[in-house]
């Protein structure tokens, strides 16, 4: 990825940027939500317990706090309710247009997320749009494993799309 004006950042990822840089199992109690997003699965946590469904996906229930949790499936597409874009400025490492959208998934009780946006030109997205899901491959992040060594974990991330391609 080429940064305008910082040629000692082409093709270099900013980790600085990753809110979630390790995503093994080693490192990570929510790192099936990651293995079920390279199998296509957008997925959170529903409490065994009590049937409490939050998101993003927890190692704890926020009401019994049970730690009894299993990952279940969320809708991959939903309507974009209300959206910003960053055209310029956007932070180091992201292209603009940088997009956020808040997206209605339709069913409870994870209705509405946050989401990026991507593969969307600026002033094309429009309230009440259908978006899918996406996910994409992330640079891999070397884990010292002690003794095993240091190994490069694949990592992916998501995001939403239009369905109605520009």
């Known amino acids: 990825m080429a940064v305008l004006g910082i040629p000692i950042l082409d093709n270099l990822y900013p980790v600085t940027m990753d809110m979630w840089p390790v995503q093994a199992k080693e490192f990570n109690r929510i790192w099936q939500f990651y293995e079920n997003l390279k199998q296509g699965r957008f997925t959170t946590t529903k409490c065994k317990d009590c049937g409490k469904v939050v998101y993003p996906p927890r190692v704890i229930c926020p009401e019994c706090y049970s730690e009894q949790l299993e990952y279940v499936d969320l809708p991959k597409r939903g309507k974009v309710i209300v959206f910003s874009e960053e055209v310029r400025g956007v932070p180091l490492g992201f292209e603009a247009p940088l997009i956020h959208a808040v997206i209605d ?18 002033g094309y997205l429009k309230e009440g749009d259908e978006v899918q899901l996406v996910v994409f491959p992330i640079p891999s992040h070397p884990i010292d494993k002690g003794k095993q060594g240091t190994v490069m974990v694949d990592r992916v991330f998501f995001a939403f799309e239009p369905v109605k391609k520009p």
């Open 105 to 122: 998934l339709g069913v409870e009780p994870v209705r509405r997320l946050l989401s990026r946006i991507i593969n969307c030109p600026a």
